[in-house]
């Protein structure tokens, strides 16, 4: 919330507050306060703030990854990374991504369709779909009702996010698929998360920072895994800010 939220409620007479915050999560930059802000308008000591420094969602692959999109606010670190899982299994949950063909049917409709197989592997699993515009978020949305692909557990639910009159239609605490625009994804979490067409997220050098907090936003929000996708051949400015270390992201 801006800072002159909590100025109106202390002078309308508040005196207790709890304020839980993650400064690292902010997307609307003008309209969001800092930490030091809220401290300011609301009186807090310094010694009354607590700083939780545990990583309790993500596993340590995708938590190594939104790591990477770190900008710096010494005021608010990230969370440390969470202990390596013993054995190998979690080679297999590495961070990845897929550029696919611009073919309707060979390669867009693959990539549908292996969205669609993830969740019939586990159909109590959430998979989250994080697009950039409402044209990718639409068009996720069609082609994963329409796409033919053979599934064990039928096709999953399907949920999106498009105004206030689409809330009564998502579910958190079932299976499924979610799509949703970038800017809505914010305090969500899912189980597994897409980052769909990335090369459709500007990335000039004066918003890079922005740019930067909102993959990290988008990262954070996958528990077990992430997959980010894009389309083959076009112009990606992203690519700029992604690791280029294959162990923290393997390209396919």
């Known amino acids: 919330m801006p800072p002159q939220f909590y100025t109106a409620l202390v002078h309308l007479g508040f005196e207790n507050f709890y304020v839980v915050a993650d400064q690292n999560q902010q997307i ?20 009354d703030v607590i700083e939780l420094r545990c990583n ?49 049917q060979q390669g ?28 990718v978020r639409k068009r996720y949305y069609d082609h994963l009702h329409s796409v033919d692909v053979v599934l064990d557990n039928g096709r999953p639910r399907i949920m999106t996010y498009q105004n206030r009159s689409d809330l009564g239609q998502l579910f958190f605490n079932t299976g499924g698929i979610m799509v949703i625009n970038a800017q809505s994804c914010k305090g969500l979490e899912f189980d597994a998360v897409f980052i769909a067409d990335i090369d459709k997220f500007s990335c000039w050098p ?32 992203v690519e700029q800010i992604l690791p280029t270390d294959s162990t923290i992201l393997e390209r396919l």
């Open 28 to 47: 609307d930059f003008h309209n969001n306060s800092s930490r030091q802000e809220i401290q300011d308008c609301l009186c807090i000591d310094t010694g």
């Open 56 to 104: 309790f969602r993500n596993t340590r692959a995708v938590a190594r990854l939104a790591q990477e999109f770190y900008t710096g606010d010494p005021a608010s670190p990230p969370p440390a990374l969470p202990a390596l899982p013993a054995g190998s299994a979690h080679a297999a949950q590495k961070p990845a991504l897929f550029a696919y063909g611009a073919n309707e």
């Open 108 to 135: 867009f409709d693959n990539v549908i369709a292996r969205i669609l197989k993830t969740s019939d592997t586990n159909p109590k699993k959430l998979i989250g779909i994080i697009t950039p515009t409402a044209q």
């Open 206 to 237: 004066r918003i890079q920072d922005q740019v930067k907090n909102l993959f990290y936003v988008m990262g954070a929000r996958a528990m077990d895994r992430i997959i980010l996708l894009k389309e083959a051949g076009r112009q990606c400015q």
